[in-house]
């Protein structure tokens, strides 16, 4: 099928010939035949790891559908969030480390992105659904939020240039999903929601519930009016791969400027549905105890790389007063963000498979705990001052079965 512009979507047999074209590419897996596999398990896109060997890494093409991949035709997605993740990808090199993958290019006819084939490291949320344990992935990722709050924001820019990136950064139809997808239809009755069977009940006491209206109504004009910084706009923990003591950001093609908090939400959430599930399946205590301390590991690192950073900042209008005050209410942004993502996983259209795939009675049981722990982060955030509060939340819920 080819579309408008000579955009066409791969296939494991075309990928070769399209390489061969691209000697830069080509370079990186000289050898002969290639071997593609295309294992795009995301909700999107296309992803093809070519090798000329297979025992060893060779690159990772990725391409935007102009639809969306789980869903079909039927629902249209311009092609251009490959661009997007492109241009995040550039944004964050000069400070990511390697929190952010190698990335090789974009191809703006085909919207095939090159990067890193990170052979040795799994998706984080695969490795904690079989009960693996990453030592320092929840600081890295900490830190990167950090260093994308100070230097893509008004803090690491002059405003001028900062303006700039923002408007180059606008994403309107993939904020949109967000808005919807998140921010509006769990809390409404919309064909899309797809609740997780047995708690039907406490999705509707949400909606019912004009104090949780309010609150994520708050969370939604602040997501399409905060634009402080180039956030990923997607990090949770099916966008980290972890393994070998590193945690590699990936998919950020719902980047957007936007409010730093929400990053931190998203992985606290899903840091929450490892939780629930851990709980379900009688995981061991350490492997608890490695969840548990996502939330404040990543927030002390946060906290930290923002402190150390501050000095630097581009405009020393700004005292060390407001940073606490900006520091704050990132916080309370996160809480409310990690709410929203642990309801819309429940009740909205794209879930979890670590809630997902538990056994029926678990899997209801799992659920509800996000949902009780998300309705108390909603309408009382003012109450969990510090992470320690904030996960005793979740580990409540969990705990009241
Ligand atoms: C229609 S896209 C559904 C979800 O998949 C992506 O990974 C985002 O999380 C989005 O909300
Ligand atoms: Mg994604």
Known sequence: ?????????????TVPAWLDARPHLRARVPGSPLHVREVGDGNLNLVFI???????????????????????????LTVERARHEADAYEAYRPFAGATNPDYHGFDPVWYVLAMEDLADLRIWRTALNEGEIHPGAAGEIGTFIA???????????????????????????????????????????????????????????LRADDRVRLAVATLKHRFLTGAEAHIHGDLHTGSVMVGGGRAV?????????????FDLGNLWANAGFAAARGARLG??????????????????????????????????????????????????????????????????????????????????????????SARRLLVDRAGFPDPAAAWSVVAEEIARG
Request: hydrophobic share 40%; proline share 8%.
């Open 50 to 76: 070519v090798r000329d060997d297979p025992d060893r890494p060779g690159i990772v093409l990725k391409q935007s559908l102009p639809w969306v991949r789980v869903f079909g035709k039927g629902w249209p």
């Open 1 to 13: 099928m080819t579309t408008s512009g000579g955009y066409t979507p791969l296939t494991v047999e």
């Open 249 to 261: 950001a990936i998919d950020p093609e719902f980047a957007f400027y936007g409010p730093v908090g």
């Open 147 to 205: 260093r994308i709050a100070m230097r893509t924001s008004d803090f690491g820019l002059e405003p001028e240039v900062r303006k700039r990136q923002a408007a180059l950064a606008t994403n309107p139809e993939l904020c949109r999903i967000t808005e919807d997808l998140v921010l509006t239809d769990p809390y409404i009755e919309h064909e899309r929601n797809r609740a997780v069977p047995g708690v039907e009940p406490l999705i509707a006491g």
């Open 283 to 372: 995981r061991p205590e350490a492997f608890r105890a490695h969840v548990a301390a996502i939330l404040p590991e990543s927030w002390d690192a946060f906290t930290g790389e923002v402190r150390r950073l501050w000095p630097e900042r581009a405009d020393r209008f700004y005292p060390d007063a407001f940073l606490a005050a900006w520091l704050r209410r990132t916080w309370d942004d996160a809480l409310g963000y990690m709410a929203t993502e642990l309801v819309r996983r429940i009740a909205g259209f794209a879930h979890v498979s670590d809630i997902d795939s538990l056994p029926d009675a678990e899997r209801a049981s799992a659920a509800a705990a996000c949902l009780r």
